[in-house]
């Protein structure tokens, strides 16, 4: 299966607004998801310069961007997204 | 202590954002009437009763973060803007460090046990048999405790095989080390400053953010704006707190408008060097023991909790103020500032003469985002000199190993991993059991500076 991929921004923003403590989300998701995620840390994506309509930290799980991230949020979409992986695979 | 990255720290760092924006921006003064607003909007749901307190509650932030402090007396009833034209935007605010927003107080009731209602009034009442004070009566088939009894112990706790006995803390009273915090006529708390060392585990606690720290934002924008000629002191617990290398960092610092950036790493090998010699040389003269002074909330529990122990402190200023000293008298003229993640560093800084401003990680990295300054984007070059040893400063235990690696003779040294009631006890101890060290180095924050109340991560 092809890996959830989770990009956090490490620009001066995201990462001030948190996201040097959301590269350790491994740390709080089960263990068994771990080997279906790859994190990594991206330059500034320069979405963070209108709070209005997008918050930083900024993360980009598969290409679906999430603003204002927190672990709650992250961990939401990853539920989805390996729901929809379990479905799709046939028995 | 709460987590580091919550809705509360969330808010106070968008709110030092816009607060930053709105001094760089010269627009029209009355803006910064218009933040709250910006900030919760009417659709939002709001985190207290309603938006309109949330609102109130961020005009009392940024009153905070222009060096307000909110005496039994303060008015109230001006607009934001109001203060704002009438505070001295040259002068840094003075102590006390912290201050209470009474409104944001949610009045947390004394630190009690409660039977909750999973009681079942069982047989056994192991609560009742254990209970030191007899204060466990039974009422309409449930356990009661009686507060007038109760003295905390939390045996009954314990003992309940349903878990039906829970524990409601006042977290900022939980956590200050020095009984400080005083229940204020059950209306808010608030704090005493004979009492109060400046540690702000206080303000990390307080779930509903209502202890804050007075900033000194406003005057060095001001002086940033005015292109001063400007140092900034940089504490070497900066490492891991901004993104990019040391010396991308530094670059984009500069660029913030400071005229040179000064590692305190630097100073704090020179004095790591000076205690060590110190300490050889009080061990000459027959003293068991001596301990560090490079934390200022340490030297604040000395100064008000331990005075006995005077003695035994070393003499050696601390990293910030040996490194304002050698700005200042290279030219006297030029303005230092203090970034760190501490709030007890204002208090040193306001009885030196060689600090101007201290402002924390929190606060720099707001001018950073505020400036649009893209730390990544700067190239990364070799550091000319090895700062390794200082930079140890910044984590327990790394000053004793400091002062161990400038030294002669081999040192034992005693760690003291943050000031709580009972690291205070076993310092006092000292006094008639001397430690099993030479050199006892003392932390207020549990884990060093890096883990200090003002942190980014």
Same mark, same amino acid.
């Given at each position: 299966?092809?890996?959830?991929?989770?990009?956090?921004?490490?620009?001066?923003?995201?990462?001030?607004?948190?996201?040097?403590?959301?590269?350790?989300?491994?740390?709080?998701?089960?263990?068994?998801?771990?080997?279906?995620?790859?994190?990594?840390?991206?330059?500034?994506?320069?979405?963070?310069?209108?709070?209005?309509?997008?918050?930083?930290?900024?993360?980009?799980?598969?290409?679906?961007?999430?603003?204002?991230?927190?672990?709650?949020?992250?961990?939401?979409?990853?539920?989805?997204?390996?729901?929809?992986?379990?479905?799709?695979?046939?028995? | 202590?709460?987590?580091?990255?919550?809705?509360? *720290?969330?808010?106070?760092?968008?709110?030092?954002?816009?607060?930053?924006n709105f001094l760089y921006r010269d627009g029209k003064r009355s803006a910064i009437n218009r933040i709250?607003?910006?900030?919760?909007?009417?659709?939002?749901?709001?985190?207290?009763?309603?938006?309109?307190?949330?609102?109130?509650?961020?005009?009392?932030?940024?009153?905070?973060?222009?060096?307000y402090r909110f005496t039994d007396d303060f008015d109230e009833s001006y607009t934001l803007q109001e203060?704002?034209?009438?505070t001295d935007k040259t002068k840094a605010a003075d102590l006390p460090v912290l201050t209470v927003i009474?409104?944001?107080?949610?009045?947390?009731?004394?630190?009690?046990?409660?039977?909750?209602?999973?009681?079942?009034?069982?047989?056994?009442?192991?609560?009742?048999?254990?209970?030191?004070?007899?204060?466990?009566?039974?009422?309409?088939?449930?356990?009661?405790?009686?507060?007038?009894?109760?003295?905390?112990?939390?045996?009954?706790?314990?003992?309940?095989?349903?878990?039906?006995?829970?524990?409601?803390?006042?977290?900022?009273?939980?956590?200050?080390?020095?009984?400080?915090?005083?229940?204020?006529?059950? +209306?808010?708390?608030?704090? +005493?400053?004979?009492?109060?060392?400046?540690?702000?585990?206080?303000?990390?606690?307080?779930?509903?953010?209502?202890?804050?720290?007075? +900033?000194?934002?406003?005057?060095?924008?001001?002086?940033?704006?005015?292109?001063?000629?400007?140092?900034?002191?940089?504490?070497?617990?900066?490492?891991?707190?901004?993104?990019?290398?040391?010396?991308?960092?530094? +670059?984009?610092?500069?660029? #913030?408008?400071?005229?040179?950036?000064?590692?305190?790493?630097?100073?704090?090998?020179?004095?790591?060097?000076?205690?060590?010699?110190?300490?050889?040389?009080?061990?000459?003269?027959?003293?068991?023991?001596?301990?560090?002074?490079?934390?200022?909330?340490?030297?604040?529990?000395?100064?008000?909790?331990?005075?006995?122990?005077?003695?035994?402190?070393?003499? *050696?200023?601390?990293?910030?103020?040996?490194?304002?000293?050698?700005?200042?008298?290279?030219?006297?003229?030029?303005? *230092?500032?203090?970034?760190?993640?501490?709030?007890?560093?204002?208090?040193?800084?306001?009885?030196?003469?060689?600090?101007?401003?201290?402002?924390?990680?929190?606060?720099?990295?707001?001018?950073?985002?505020?400036?649009?300054?893209?730390?990544?984007?700067?190239?990364?070059?070799?550091?000319?000199?090895?700062?390794?040893?200082?930079?140890?400063?910044? *984590?327990?235990?790394?000053?004793?190993?400091?002062?161990?690696?400038?030294?002669?003779?081999?040192?034992?040294?005693?760690?003291?991993?943050?000031?709580?009631?009972?690291?205070?006890?076993?310092?006092?101890?000292?006094?008639?059991?001397?430690?099993?060290?030479? #050199?006892?180095?003392?932390?207020?924050?549990?884990?060093?500076?890096?883990?200090?109340?003002?942190?980014?991560?």
């Amino acid at each position: 299966m092809k890996k959830i991929e989770i990009e956090i921004c490490m620009g001066t923003a995201c990462f001030v607004m948190g996201s040097a403590n959301l590269m350790r989300i491994k740390e709080s998701i089960p263990l068994e998801w771990c080997d279906q995620i790859e994190v990594t840390g991206s330059f500034c994506c320069n979405l963070c310069r209108n709070w209005k309509d997008s918050k930083p930290p900024i993360v980009n799980i598969n290409g679906e961007i999430i603003t204002g991230a927190d672990e709650t949020k992250i961990l939401l979409h990853l539920v989805g997204l390996i729901k929809e992986g379990n479905d799709a695979e046939p028995e | 202590m709460l987590n580091l990255n919550n809705h509360y *720290t969330y808010l106070k760092k968008e709110l030092l954002w816009r607060f930053i924006n709105f001094l760089y921006r010269d627009g029209k003064r009355s803006a910064i009437n218009r933040i709250p607003y910006e900030m919760i909007s009417t659709t939002e749901n709001s985190r207290r009763c309603c938006v309109y307190k949330d609102r109130e509650m961020i005009k009392f932030r940024l009153l905070a973060q222009m060096g307000y402090r909110f005496t039994d007396d303060f008015d109230e009833s001006y607009t934001l803007q109001e203060y704002y034209d009438r505070t001295d935007k040259t002068k840094a605010a003075d102590l006390p460090v912290l201050t209470v927003i009474k409104a944001a107080c949610s009045s947390c009731r004394k630190s009690q046990y409660h039977v909750t209602e999973l009681c079942k009034g069982c047989l056994a009442r192991p609560c009742q048999s254990l209970c030191p004070r007899d204060a466990m009566t039974m009422k309409s088939g449930r356990a009661v405790i009686d507060l007038d009894k109760c003295i905390n112990c939390g045996k009954c706790k314990t003992s309940c095989p349903y878990g039906a006995i829970v524990y409601t803390p006042v977290p900022c009273e939980e956590v200050c080390p020095v009984g400080a915090i005083e229940q204020n006529d059950g +209306s808010s708390i608030a704090i +005493s400053n004979e009492k109060c060392i400046s540690c702000g585990k206080c303000t990390r606690s307080c779930p509903f953010g209502a202890i804050v720290e007075r +900033s000194h934002i406003l005057p060095l924008v001001k002086s940033l704006k005015e292109k001063d000629d400007m140092t900034l002191l940089l504490a070497p617990s900066i490492v891991n707190q901004l993104p990019g290398t040391m010396s991308q960092i530094k +670059s984009a610092l500069s660029d #913030l408008g400071f005229t040179a950036i000064y590692e305190l790493a630097e100073s704090a090998q020179i004095v790591a060097e000076s205690e060590s010699d110190e300490l050889l040389e009080r061990k000459s003269e027959g003293h068991s023991f001596m301990t560090t002074s490079c934390c200022p909330a340490y030297m604040e529990t000395i100064e008000k909790h331990i005075p006995e122990l005077k003695p035994f402190v070393s003499h *050696t200023d601390s990293p910030m103020v040996t490194g304002g000293k050698i700005i200042k008298e290279e030219n006297r003229h030029k303005k *230092t500032v203090f970034a760190g993640p501490c709030m007890a560093k204002k208090v040193e800084a306001f009885n030196s003469e060689y600090i101007d401003y201290v402002i924390n990680f929190e606060e720099l990295g707001a001018l950073l985002m505020s400036r649009e300054i893209e730390i990544n984007d700067y190239p990364h070059k070799e550091e000319e000199c090895d700062l390794t040893v200082g930079l140890g400063f910044a *984590t327990s235990g790394g000053v004793a190993k400091a002062v161990e690696h400038y030294s002669s003779e081999p040192i034992r040294s005693v760690s003291i991993d943050g000031i709580t009631g009972k690291s205070m006890n076993l310092l006092r101890s000292f006094l008639k059991r001397a430690p099993g060290g030479d #050199l006892v180095e003392v932390m207020a924050c549990e884990g060093g500076c890096e883990k200090g109340p003002c942190t980014l991560c």
